[in-house]
């Protein structure tokens, strides 16, 4: 596991998440809410501690036990709910159960804006305080309150949250110190009074919750090996998809650094056509169906949006096309290194690789019967509409799936995407009967082929090797992907050749870089970690088994203590940074496992 920074109070990606795929939060190592927002993931994080700098009582949800000397943290096992153990000095002893209730209710899924804490002292006679400060406006400003006998009204913006509670209301206001005699609970949420007994309501919320993930997780298709590995994964992916229209995230977080002070901050809390498309490949995989029919609906409305014309290459949980990028200016960031910002500019930028990356999750809905709905002629012609701007833009200039914001190439892996858009149309139309329709899109996945081949091709005294782009022979981990797209098969001379010059080349020990040529902020600092996985699948196609396992082991040595991954990792001091929880990590994992892993039937 990643080594716990020293000082117990410095923001570290020691994190646990926590949600119900409407909100989420962050727990820190002392069991603090540390980074949520609300209405939805991209809303305004009322807390926001994680990103404040020293500034620790702005935005958090803490419990802080007199004269503490550990604490340890586990999840109920396939669940998200999370236990966390308080022990004093003189040997007193709490309990902290954190989720967000989700369970079908009334017909429909219970995921409300809500989330719960229930403390139980376990041990001697401990004596706690509370710390519940939500902030405003990206930390500009600690909510106002109001309350009552048994809770407390934040006005945290547009709409008030009510924490409901059976602890003393007055001791939460006054931040007093006092003995916890029996089991307390918090149910922070709508504004709205508590129905029924506050007790048993959440406890009977703890045991649906409990239930309806254990059942989710038994209807998954793991690997033999690294099996909690997997579930862990797979549950955290989940919590980034925004359940109500099937959007699903790239990160949890915006603004943690790529690198230390590199201002390489950038707000991960949109849906991304790429990194989405590699999200539910890696839950199919696995055989988690209802995250990726609700993200195909999804994608069925940003296609009808666009009316043919091009896709952009994200979009917020809600398919809103505009995400201006500005910096909260009352926030100092994660350890001090800002700026902290909101939306992404990436959002005007060309990249032509989203249109494969439509195609490919739309095309498999033709096919399989297990969908409740299942894709029809009318999908098909709303599909083709894609592929024709795939047809129009393959050997056009873009930003790259690296969405460089200084240049623009024409990118080798947008290229292979924009070909797997029209072969798999071709396969589709074959699957119609459109005969017409399979010679188009056969003739123009041939096409787009033949000009890879033509302009991407590098001829060096080595055999050769693909670049990253028409234009230059710089290498780049994603042409590692073209055996994945079946672009290629593993056994190409001219895959093998480019697998060594990328090794070579961006491999640093047990970790990959994305590019090792400056971009637009200079030389990179940090493996990617997406691409540290792509060369164990490499290394797994060539033959080379017991590196590659031996190389999945170190990355799985590197994950929090949560089973977490972020975007990017410092290979020489194995320090984790960049968004968390990162989606692209942690499908790797679950890649990787099911690639590696012994198979079940040496068990049974």
Known sequence: MVEPVTDPHQASLELWPIGNCQVSGLINRQGALVWGCVPRVDGDPVFCSLLNGDEQDIGVWRFELEGQIAATQYYERNTPILVTRLEAEDGSAVEIRDFCPRFERSGRMYRPVAYVRIVHPVAGTPRMKIVLRPARNYGAQLAETTNGTNHIRYLVGGQAMRMSTDAPVGYVLSGRTYRVESDQHFFLGPDEPFSGNLRAELRQMDELTR????????????????????????????????????????????????????????????????????????????????????????????VDSAQGGQIQPLYSVMGDTVLDESAAAHLAGYRGMGPVRIGNAAYFQVQHDCYGQIVMPTAQAFFDRRLLRMADEHDFASLEKV???????????????????TRQEVHTYSAVMCWAACDRLANVAAHLGREDRRKLWRKRADAIRDRIERESWVETEDGGHYGASFQSDYLDASLLQMVELRFLRPDDSRFKTTFAAIEKALRRGEHMLRYASEDDFGLPETAF???????????????????????????????????????????????????FPQTYSLVGIINCAGLLSKPWSEVR
């Open 387 to 405: 592929g024709e701007m795939a047809w129009k833009m393959h050997d056009q200039p873009d930003a790259g799936l690296w969405e460089f914001r």
């Open 529 to 579: 970690n997406v691409c540290t996985f792509w060369l164990i699948e490499a290394l797994h196609m060539a033959g080379r088994d017991e590196e590659a396992r031996g190389l999945f082991e170190t990355m799985l040595s590197h994950r929090t203590a949560s089973g977490m991954l972020s975007e990017d990792l410092d290979f020489d001091t194995g320090e984790l940074w960049g968004n």
């Open 211 to 302: 239930k309806y993930w254990t059942l989710w997780v038994r209807g998954l298709h793991i690997p033999l090996e690294w099996q909690d590995e997997v579930i862990r994964s797979a549950i955290a992916l989940k919590l980034c998809q925004h359940e109500e229209t099937g959007a699903i995230v790239a990160a949890l977080t915006t603004s943690i650094p790529e690198a230390p002070h590199s201002e390489r901050n950038w707000d991960y809390r949109f849906c991304w056509i790429r990194d989405s498309y590699f999200t539910v490949q890696a839950l199919n995989r696995i055989g988690a169906l209802d995250v990726l029919e609700k993200y195909l609906s999804y994608l069925r409305n940003i």
